[in-house]
């Protein structure tokens, strides 16, 4: 034993010296070395050839070339190296170019960058990016034409150049495919003296982005002509301080649109944008302008905005309402607000003024325009920059006032609001004691958070939530979240029947969230809930142990977007309430959790998202003519579809879980059902572009080659099969695309129950 424990141990000892000696470099696949090296510039790259016998010349095969200069110390040594790895390089197609120059001398000249550039485009590549950070001086820049030649064809379909001489008068025909150009403290020059476009010449051009760019016109003083940026294909433009006297757009497919200018400086003379979706703007005064310069400035802004007349989201940050607030009121009230699209409006500044709020909002034919403020971190920052701004110096001072001086009561209330909502309303109750401007606080809480466990006794959950209605009467809260875990024969429904009807009632409630246990005996119906309701805001619903029943007939829903019924029963007591959810008219999206009937209706004009976990043999008919995502589990018991419509399915998850059975007349039984089960399922799913299977459905499927086979596959759209198992046999693979023309895509999620 001991000769055999010593054998043991030498083999893990040569074991050992083995693994450290082993060149496990040299084993990696040659596309993962070249996906390391991709991310080096061109001078570590060639640095990695030492490391093994395998890297000796990997970077000749890397698809990303990246030359800097801060990488030697010599000017002349940077060249020649340039030029030796392009020599040596093998002659493969390069994906992305970078050629970064930060020389002084001036004895550089245009021919290393015009080489590499020529380099690039000869090896196909789809990215270049040129940095010339050439000293402090903006027009020290090298001529486009000299870089890139007169007689262009290239396949770019990103560009991004620093400190270049762009002349808009360069064809720029040849870059037929380039989609992102990104130009950052170039000269755009121009010796004619008809106005400037020189972005109409790109093609295909999505995103561009100008940033701190000069116009020969703005250099020299004229400014006697129009910067014009039209595209045809143009989806987003981001102008960061464009020093250019005169500004037009012509984008008849812009998207996306960002300005970061000086009021100094503002002057958008036209702006045609009638598919604009998102505006971000941000204007500064810093040379704080005033007089008559000034009024024209706002002039400028004013045409401005109203230019973006087509934008359905909007977003101001604090400097650009700074700058809105010095426009007198009444002004803005004579105004009419070009804004008629208006969905959201999103603020960077803490406070804004009631008359610049109502200037953006009343044109808009929403009935409630979202108006999203700055978060607490972001409201905290903002408090901060103005109370230095306010105070100054005095800020800084420190002393015994300071010291003992109570902070809490300095919050603003809407911070102390957000803080408190992320507490049960128990533990909010009891920050009464933190300070006295904290006393009350509770009270004005957007979220309520009733919760039995916070309780010893049951009694005194019921006189706290009783005494929290009496105290806060309305009850004024976004959100109120209801969980009681007691018993059905202990609890007390009146309490939340009451509960129910003090927040609907007042219209400020939008989510309501009750989650009840022991939902199995004496369940509360949805018809003791809500029956009475006349009216309300609710958008979002979530149930739990709660009996959707169809006694009840409330307009009280119609705002509601989406509703999530956990272990709920559906009760049926006439053939009326098999479709239950067509008293919801703007429900968007519905997940179902039940059990308790066997004749069910599921539709919905607007519904988008459909989730059932139903465990019942009910009689199921679906229609939802907008429906986009749907996923059903159904575990142990079959569903039986008696119709299933629709039309705009994209995605489906199926699971299916069919117990073993051992007995074959069982089996036999199961397979019919099973059969039957799936010609009206995939029938009805035939429209899904995507399909995802959980393990036990293959297992479910691998029942029925031969009749799969034999059957014509119902899916004509289908794109993508996604399946949580390690592998699917060919047999299904060709079952569900043999209906489609399209190339199959298969992904694989593998999942705990597929492992043996």
Not at 243 to 258: G, H, M, Q, R, V
């Amino acid at each position: 034993m001991n000769n055999l424990g010593k054998g043991v141990k030498r083999s893990r000892e040569e074991e050992n010296d083995t693994s450290t000696t082993t060149d496990r470099l040299s084993h990696l696949p040659r596309f993962i070395i070249h996906h390391i090296l991709s991310f080096l510039d061109a001078k570590s790259a060639v640095q990695t050839s030492v490391l093994s016998r395998v890297w000796r010349c990997a970077w000749k095969y890397v698809p990303v070339l990246s030359f800097h200069r801060d990488s030697f110390e010599k000017y002349s040594s940077f060249l020649k190296y340039v030029d030796r790895v392009l020599s040596l390089r093998f002659r493969l197609d390069v994906r992305t170019v970078s050629f970064i120059d930060g020389e002084k001398s001036p004895e550089r000249t245009f021919f290393p960058f015009a080489k590499v550039i020529k380099y690039a485009l000869s090896h196909e590549a789809q990215h270049l990016v040129i940095d010339l950070q050439n000293g402090e001086d903006i027009y020290e820049t090298f001529r486009f034409c000299y870089l890139f030649g007169m007689n262009l064809n290239c396949n770019l379909k990103t560009l991004k150049l620093r400190r270049v001489s762009v002349d808009t008068r360069f064809d720029f025909s040849g870059f037929r495919m380039l989609n992102d150009l990104n130009l950052e403290q170039c000269l755009l020059c121009s010796l004619d003296d008809e106005n400037v476009d020189p972005f109409a010449g790109f093609p295909c051009l999505k995103n561009l982005v100008l940033t701190q760019c000069l116009h020969t016109d703005f250099a020299d003083g004229a400014g006697n002509r129009s910067f014009k940026i039209s595209g045809l294909q143009l989806l987003s433009l981001k102008l960061d301080c464009l020093l250019s006297l005169k500004i037009e757009i012509c984008a008849p497919k812009l998207e996306f649109f960002a300005l970061v200018h000086d009021l100094e400086f503002l002057n958008f003379s036209n702006l045609s944008i009638p598919s604009l979706v998102h505006a971000d703007i941000r204007v500064s005064d810093e040379e704080k302008t005033i007089g008559l310069d000034k009024e024209r400035r706002m002039q400028h802004l004013i045409a401005l905005l109203h230019g973006l007349n087509n934008a359905t989201s909007l977003k101001l940050d604090n400097y650009t309402i700074q700058v809105l607030c010095n426009i007198d009121t009444e002004f803005l009230e004579q105004q009419t607000s070009p804004f008629t699209k208006l969905k959201s409006l999103k603020v960077g500044a803490v406070t804004v003024p009631s008359a610049l709020l109502d200037y953006f909002l009343k044109g808009s034919s929403m009935a409630t325009p979202n108006v999203e403020f700055p978060n607490l971190k972001q409201s905290i920052v903002l408090c901060c920059e103005n109370a230095m701004t306010e105070f100054g110096e005095a800020g800084n001072r420190c002393g015994e006032e300071e010291a003992t001086a109570d902070r809490l009561s300095h919050l603003p209330d809407f911070i102390i609001d957000h803080i408190l909502s992320f507490l049960d309303t128990k533990s909010a109750v009891q920050t009464s004691l933190l300070s006295p401007s904290w006393r009350s606080a509770w009270k004005n809480v957007p979220v309520l958070d009733l919760r039995r466990d916070s309780f010893q006794h049951y009694s005194s959950f019921r006189s706290f939530v009783e005494t929290v209605l009496s105290l806060r009467h309305p009850l004024n809260a976004r959100k109120i979240s209801y969980t009681d875990d007691e018993s059905a024969g202990a609890r007390d429904r009146s309490l939340l029947i009451r509960l129910v009807q003090c927040a609907l009632s007042d219209h400020t409630t939008q989510h309501l969230v009750i989650n009840l246990a022991d939902f199995m005996n004496s369940p509360i119906l949805f018809s003791e809930l809500f029956g009475s309701i006349l009216d309300s805001d609710l958008k979002t619903l979530e149930l739990k142990g709660v009996a959707l029943d169809g006694g009840y007939e409330s307009p009280c829903f119609r705002l509601l977007r989406s509703l999530d019924l956990q272990n709920s029963s559906l009760i049926c007591t006439y053939k009326g309430d098999r479709d239950p959810f067509s008293k919801f008219p703007s429900l968007e999206n519905l997940v179902l959790s039940s059990h308790g009937t066997s004749d069910l209706r599921i539709s919905g004009q607007h519904l988008l998202s459909l989730k059932m976990l139903l465990m019942f043999p009910a009689d199921l008919e679906i229609f939802a003519p907008k429906l986009r995502s749907f996923s059903l589990w159904n575990n142990w018991t079959l569903l039986r579809f008696s119709n299933i419509s629709l039309p705009s399915l994209d995605h489906a998850h199926i699971q299916v879980h069919i117990r073993n059975l051992t007995i074959e007349d069982d089996r036999y039984r199961v397979r019919i059902r099973l059969e039957r089960y799936l010609i009206f399922l995939f029938q009805g799913l035939r429209n899904a572009k995507s399909l995802k299977l959980h393990y036990w459905t293959i297992q479910a499927l691998s029942e029925l080659y031969e009749f799969l086979e034999q059957q014509p596959s119902p899916f004509t759209r289908l794109e993508l099969l996604i399946v949580e198992a390690d592998d699917i046999p060919s047999q299904l693979v060709d079952y569900f695309f043999k209906g489609t023309t399209a190339e199959p895509k298969i992904k694989f999620l593998p999942t705990l129950a597929a492992l043996p």
